[in-house]
């Protein structure tokens, strides 16, 4: 009966060789809804671990406020056009370029994750709101690599997308929890979830760290085999890892440098455009035009992630301007001391 329906969707017979997708429309629109909502869960876990921060750390009510209402419009009908655009992107991506996307970030977070030393926990924090859709393409590419071949793919991709909507349907639920209750029930202590973040909330962003670690072990592998599989010989794969590794270790050396010497959003658009960019001219050398096409697609992938959460980036931005004006004036009140010490 499926196979049936399916039937009438469009296939090789209405579009060129080179415009075929890798799977079913179907198949694919469910690898794009999952991937969706990780990228879900991912926003609203980050967004819950600000607010506790800012409710820890000592600031004003009148910008305390400001940043509640500022988070409360990210909801409603704008969130879901959102969700729905993010899906449909990611539908359209194919295994390949979204193999490619995977393995660019992993090594551009190793080196940074390497370079960054005492501030890798900030480090992290900002590394997790710039990986939104590289997180979409790992969880993608990762579907296809473990039910390639399954006989009812379409059965387990939708028990797949059905969990991973309650998941990011439980994630929503608790930030509008946070954002609307936390103060009040964390100071009277009667909310079982709000004492537990009061409690353990600090390990927040370690679990998202894991979390993040093992879906992109997983993606690795899996992308890797995908990009193999494209291959008829071991000479044709030589010939197009070397280029990929020397064009995406020059890119990683750029960036680091370009990150000392300008603000943060305009280091983050600088990033998108140079290595999809580079992937880009790759794809036209070792490539075919539908990588090409999709990479074009990932252009508006990555702005569909990246605007709508800049507040997340200025958000630990700031917080690292804190902390360095926090650790300036340690440093300034223990000179003294270690003047009187001295005489």
Not at 81 to 100: D, K, P
Not at 107 to 120: C, D, H, N, Q, Y
Not at 209 to 218: A, K, Q
Not at 295 to 322: K, N, R, V
Request: aromatic share 8%; with cysteine.
């Amino acid at each position: 009966m499926f196979s049936f329906i399916t039937s009438f969707l469009p296939t090789s017979y209405f579009l060129p060789e080179w415009l075929t997708p890798d799977t079913s429309p179907v198949d694919s629109f469910l690898q794009g809804l999952v991937g969706a909502c990780g990228i879900s869960v991912l926003c609203s876990l980050l967004r819950v671990h600000l607010l506790l921060e800012e409710s820890s750390s000592e600031k004003n009510e009148t910008q305390s406020e400001k940043t509640t209402s500022q988070r409360r419009t990210k909801h409603g009908l704008t969130g879901m056009l959102h969700f729905l655009i993010v899906t449909g992107i990611l539908s359209i991506v194919g295994s390949r370029v979204a193999a490619l996307v995977v393995l660019e970030f992993c090594l551009r977070a190793v080196s940074g994750w390497v370079t960054a030393g005492p501030e890798s926990r900030k480090f992290l924090q900002q590394l997790l709101v710039q990986s939104q859709f590289c997180l979409g393409c790992a969880i993608s590419c990762s579907l296809h690599f473990l039910h390639e071949g399954a006989s009812q793919r379409w059965l387990c991709l939708l028990l797949a997308a059905s969990l991973s909507w309650v998941l990011a349907r439980h994630a929503t639920s608790l930030l509008h929890h946070v954002v609307a209750l936390y103060k009040l029930h964390s100071s009277q202590r009667y909310c079982g979830i709000c004492i537990s973040l009061l409690t353990s909330g600090h390990s927040l962003l370690p679990l998202l760290c894991r979390m993040m670690v093992i879906t992109f072990s997983v993606a690795v592998l899996a992308a890797v085999s995908i990009i193999n599989q494209h291959f008829l010989s071991a000479t044709e794969a030589l010939r197009f890892w070397t280029p990929l590794s020397i064009c995406y270790t020059l890119l990683v050396v750029y960036m680091q440098e370009e990150q000392h010497r300008l603000p943060k959003s305009q280091v983050v658009l600088n990033t998108v455009v140079v290595r999809l960019g580079g992937l880009m001219v790759l794809m036209l050398t070792v490539g075919r035009w539908a990588d090409v096409l999709h990479i074009l697609i990932c252009f508006l992938g990555e702005a569909s992630c990246l605007i709508p959460t800049m507040d997340l980036l200025d958000a630990a931005s700031s917080q690292e301007e804190e902390d360095y004006t926090d650790y300036v004036k340690r440093e300034r009140l223990h000179k003294p001391q270690e003047k009187g010490h001295e005489r």
